[in-house]
């Protein structure tokens, strides 16, 4: 396709759907929120610009959120994403704060444990919260600005948690000091939440009940103003929200990407994909540069290298749905948490097959956990099923994989990561990627380096 038919909106669109997996939400929250949030803008007389910079913090408002996932699990000893997920419907009041961490840390650990957790959270609530939060609206800004958004966008992620009345986190700043795209998003999250758990009903409740404390009143008055509006409950609740609110950016502002901004976004959210888990630092840009070395090494063109890398810095997009306490395992994993780790695969392929710019990306992404004797996953495909972009993918994955720390061993020397996909060579990988890759590290000596 051209670049010239690719919209900024609708890739944006489509990958707010891995960042409502991390968050544990229902799939659309972000749109859905996009939906009331640009009703509310227009109802305030925001101008063109203004509804520009509101529909991208309303897409992107949790591109941080991946950032503070493994300190959730280790701190409540909790599957991150269901604790996400419970957590946006308490208030924050002490009583459900407090009812809150009691049912949902350690309960899966050991009586004393779950003690130690609970004490440990009770006596330093408000600074765990503080830097959770603080992590979390720091990193969205900056990817928000690696997308090359303006700095109102990024001013919207870093200020949504902040409360109109400065009862928020992670500074405390309050009323007018806060951006007003923070001040909509803030609200629509939390509209959208309880519209999604309770109906129309619980939204308006909660949006009420909470105007003056987290919410600006003006602006709670202007929700209430457009959700009189025949049809709003019907779109927020319709199937076809994505192609509504692909339609509401507004004409005059409309972006279009290029090669090169494609290339931005695949690297942007890398960042998100590796902030989930301490173990995946850089794990994806590792192996988007293994996979280039061993794509130039075979003769690849240029264009098919670009192809490739792209594709191997999303492909653990799907990982964005796998909560902490599976991904940093110190341990084998069970049947049903080995099942969740095979998942993400899929995730991944679902994911980017939404995306048009991304779409050819998807299979040899969602691939890249197959096997050539059949054994891999999700699909058990073998032999020719298994294209060369993706073998080349897998074996600058596993590579990675076995040079870097995990959380259950020790990072291994080049030579003994070698060894173990020699051994597997013609079963689970394919002889010609290792011996490129080989070739490529001697060549760029990075043996000596290791």
Known sequence: MADSAIRVAEIMGALSRALDLTEGQPPGHCVRGCWVGMQIGRQLGFSTDELCDLYYTLLLKDLGCSS?????????????????????????????????????????????????????ILQNGGT?????????????????????????????????????????????????EISPLSRIALMCQVIDVFFMSGGRAAALAEARRRSGSWFDPAYVDAFLAVEQEPGFWETLGSDHIETVVLALEPAQNERLADEDYLDDVAAAFARVIDAKSPFTSGHSDRVALFSDMIAEEMGCTLARRRKIKRAALLHDIGKLGVSNSVLDKNGKLDDEEWKSMKQHAAYSEAILEKI???????????????????????????????????????????????????????????????????????????????????????????????
């Open 356 to 450: 048009t710019a991304f779409a050819e990306l998807a299979k040899i992404a969602g691939a890249h956990h197959e096997r050539l004797d059949g054994k891999g996953y999700p699909n058990g495909l073998s032999g020719d099923q298994i294209g060369m972009d993706t073998r080349i993918i897998s074996t600058a994955d596993v590579f990675d994989a076995l040079t870097a720390d995990r959380p259950y061993r020790a990072a291994m020397p080049v030579s003994k990561a070698f060894s173990i996909l020699d051994e597997d060579a013609g079963r689970s990988h394919d002889p010609l990627c290792i011996e490129a890759l080989k070739r490529a590290i001697a060549r760029a000596d990075l043996l000596k380096a290791a």
């Open 68 to 120: 503070n996932a493994a300190r959730i699990c280790q701190l409540y000893l909790a599957d991150d994403l269901t604790f996400k997920k419970d957590f946006k419907l308490v208030d924050r009041s002490l009583s459900q704060v407090l009812g809150f961490v009691l049912s949902h840390t350690g309960l899966k650990s050991g009586l004393a444990e779950r003690f130690r957790g609970v004490l440990h």
């Open 128 to 176: 765990i919260s503080r830097e959770l939060i603080e992590t979390r609206c720091q990193r969205g800004a900056e990817i928000a600005r690696q997308m090359h958004f303006p700095e109102t966008v990024a001013r919207g992620i870093l200020d949504l948690d902040e409360h109109f009345d400065g009862g928020g986190k992670p500074v405390g700043i309050s009323g007018a």
